[in-house]
Nanobody
């Protein structure tokens, strides 16, 4: 049963922007830090950005200054604003909520950046 649901992927030209969303039920959203991962074809899944329940954000080096992670507690939704997109950002993006003992993954949303 999918507990967290992503949306917002698509096709965009290099230099463009997209915003991903991840909705979660209150029991998950209020209890866990949340993260965005991505997986490009033939590559391992990598952490892109993370945000704590208190709103503290961290980023993988290649996206610093271009991506912004945020969370809206009223809407129980996490976002990833992606600007200045590059072809290397092409991947399936996954929402994650959890910790070392509990893990909730979304089904993934495809982001394709054309050159």
């Amino acid at each position: 049963q999918v507990q967290v649901v992503e949306s917002g992927g698509g096709l965009v030209q290099s230099g463009g922007s997209l915003r991903l969303s991840c909705a979660a039920p209150e029991s998950i959203f209020n209890s866990y830090d949340m993260k965005w991962y991505r997986q490009a074809p033939g590559k391992p899944r990598e952490l892109v950005a993370a945000i704590t329940t208190g709103g503290r954000a961290t980023y993988e080096d290649s996206v610093k200054g271009r991506f912004t992670i945020s969370r809206d507690n009223a809407k129980r939704t996490m976002y990833l604003q992606m600007d200045s997109l590059k072809p290397d950002d092409t991947a399936v993006y996954y929402c994650f909520a959890g910790n070392s003992w509990k893990a909730f993954w979304g089904q993934g949303t495809q982001v394709t950046v054309s050159s």
